[in-house]
């Protein structure tokens, strides 16, 4: 356990190191972006390993329950606390405790800031999805940290 304990402060750390760099790289404007298109990738990845040796769950709701249990495991080895939908292709997952957000002040003017916190989960999601064949847009909104919402709308094929 203490092993996995250090893992996730070196984690949270390069996590947080990330954030720095490109708001100083790029700009404070760039970092949501930089964050997710990083995030996408890892996501991207991450689905293509971990479902090689498993038949791919096919159903809309199957691969976003997926997404909650599985992948949320693999990220902060807990599953997420709520899965909404409104059957219409979009799905809101709740996470109450969002480790990236545990260290981030409450205060209405760290809200802001928070949002370049959970930027690259964002970006995982929408590549895991993606890798699924599921294009989508990804949002998060976070009401009081450190608790998370993160919207998938589906994409709806061209009729």
Same mark, same amino acid.
């Given at each position: 356990?203490?092993?996995?304990?250090?893992?996730?402060?070196? $984690?949270?750390?390069?996590?947080?190191?990330?954030?720095?760099? $490109?708001?100083? &790289?790029?700009?404070?404007?760039?970092?949501?972006?930089?964050? /997710?298109?990083?995030?996408?990738?890892?996501? $991207?990845?991450?689905?293509?390993? =971990?479902?090689?040796? /498993? =038949?791919?769950?096919?159903?809309?709701?199957?691969?976003?329950?997926?997404?909650?249990?599985?992948?949320?495991?693999?990220?902060?080895?807990?599953?997420?606390?709520?899965?909404?939908?409104?059957?219409?292709?979009?799905?809101?997952?709740?996470?109450?405790?969002?480790?990236?957000?545990?260290?981030?002040?409450?205060? /209405?003017?760290?809200?802001?800031?928070?949002?370049?916190?959970? &930027?690259?989960?964002?970006? %995982?999601?929408?590549?895991?999805? &993606?890798? $699924?064949?599921?294009?989508?847009? %990804?949002?998060?909104?976070?009401?009081?940290?450190?608790?998370?919402?993160?919207?998938?709308?589906?994409?709806?094929?061209?009729?």
């Amino acid at each position: 356990k203490q092993w996995y304990q250090r893992r996730v402060r070196v $984690f949270d750390s390069l996590h947080h190191q990330m954030v720095l760099y $490109f708001e100083t &790289a790029h700009g404070p404007d760039q970092v949501v972006q930089c964050m /997710e298109k990083l995030g996408y990738r890892v996501g $991207f990845s991450l689905i293509e390993k =971990a479902t090689k040796d /498993e =038949a791919r769950v096919k159903e809309d709701v199957d691969i976003v329950k997926y997404i909650c249990k599985d992948l949320w495991n693999m990220l902060f080895r807990k599953q997420a606390d709520n899965l909404k939908t409104n059957h219409t292709g979009t799905f809101v997952i709740q996470d109450n405790r969002f480790r990236f957000l545990t260290r981030v002040s409450q205060s /209405e003017q760290y809200k802001q800031r928070g949002e370049l916190y959970v &930027a690259f989960t964002c970006g %995982v999601v929408k590549g895991a999805l &993606a890798n $699924f064949g599921l294009p989508c847009s %990804v949002t998060a909104e976070i009401d009081m940290s450190p608790t998370v919402k993160v919207t998938l709308t589906l994409q709806q094929p061209p009729i």
